[in-house]
């Protein structure tokens, strides 16, 4: 069992858990993943590293409620322990002196850039990172990751903190202003974020790296479940990612594969709100 050492409310329906997990801990880099599991009966998720302390022995990840096993997690109290918690997984972010790096991020996803930001700017790049959410309720970070960014752009669609718009938008601008100034691009968020992330930097010819997290099971490439189609090719996010090249990505057929459970999805989230007594007051 792996107890939640540290549990933080980032927004009311994001949140923080610090896990105690030495061994974890003690490989992790930036851009991994771990696969936790809540319940013997519980559903395999997978979560990118936001943090970790080799010292503490601890790994921090942030997750966002949407389903059934993410508004169980959010249940889960410091104290309380999960049932499984493999990892580090996948492959670590390549980081490397580039030059100017633009980090764009969405929703929760800050904390998952925060850690590739970290090792960048340790790196010696000049990073630029542009953080947006739906609305100033649901934005986080702002300075954590501004402390390892030249330079933080802060955008919502509602207009209610920073500029109003889409990340798509400053990234347009920053790659037209920058020229050949600009060498990487590293979008994580939302599928369909980071797909228009890539097709603004395609017509610019920047090596923009995107970080995929299909339905996956296992996160060792024996099930299958994870595989995407970049540059004509049948990859595994687990072992071959999560971090592809965004400008080889099928965007299409791994949306379409992301919505082949939302039906099941959407019927066991509301049989457990119904047991919980939630459809019964919404009935009243």
């Known amino acids: 069992m792996y107890r939640i050492l540290e549990r933080q409310d980032l927004t009311p329906n994001i ?15 930036a851009g991994q993943f771990v696969i936790l599991r809540q319940g013997e009966n519980g559903e395999r ?3 990118t590293l936001a943090d970790w302390n080799k010292d503490e022995g601890s790994v921090t990840v942030v997750f966002m409620e949407v389903g059934l096993t ?4 959010a249940l ?12 580090p997984l996948g492959l670590p ?5 580039y030059g100017t790096v633009v980090c764009v991020a969405g929703g929760f996803a800050v904390a998952t850039i925060m850690p590739i930001a970290r090792a960048l700017k340790e790196a010696g790049n000049r990073v630029i990172t542009i953080m947006g959410a739906r609305s100033q309720s649901l934005l986080f970070w702002e300075k954590e990751v501004g402390r390892y960014s030249d330079e933080l752009i802060v955008i919502t669609d509602d207009g209610s903190n920073g ?3 889409l990340v798509t938008e400053p990234l347009r601008d920053i790659l037209a202003k920058e020229g050949n100034g600009v060498t990487r691009v590293i979008a994580i968020g939302p599928t369909v974020m980071m797909k228009f992330s890539s097709k603004t930097s395609e017509p610019f010819k920047v090596k923009t790296i995107v970080s995929l997290n299909p339905i996956m099971v296992d996160g060792t490439g024996m099930c299958g479940c994870c595989r995407v189609s970049v540059g004509g090719v049948t990859r595994f ?3 071959d990612g999560p971090d592809f090249d965004g400008h080889e990505v099928d ?3 791994l949306m379409a594969r992301q919505r082949t459970y939302l039906e099941q999805e959407a019927s066991s989230l509301a049989q457990w709100q119904c047991q919980r007594g939630a459809c019964a007051q919404e009935a009243r």
């Open 237 to 239: 996010a687990c072992v």
């Open 251 to 253: 965007w299409d057929e």
């Open 163 to 165: 500029r109003k718009g």
């Open 15 to 29: 949140h923080l858990f610090k896990i105690d997990a030495p061994r974890v801990a003690a490989k992790a880099r």
């Open 76 to 87: 889960l109290q410091a104290g309380d322990a999960l049932t499984d918690f493999a990892g």
């Open 93 to 97: 972010t390549h980081i490397e002196n």
């Open 45 to 47: 998720i997978p979560l």
């Open 70 to 73: 993410t508004k169980k997690l």
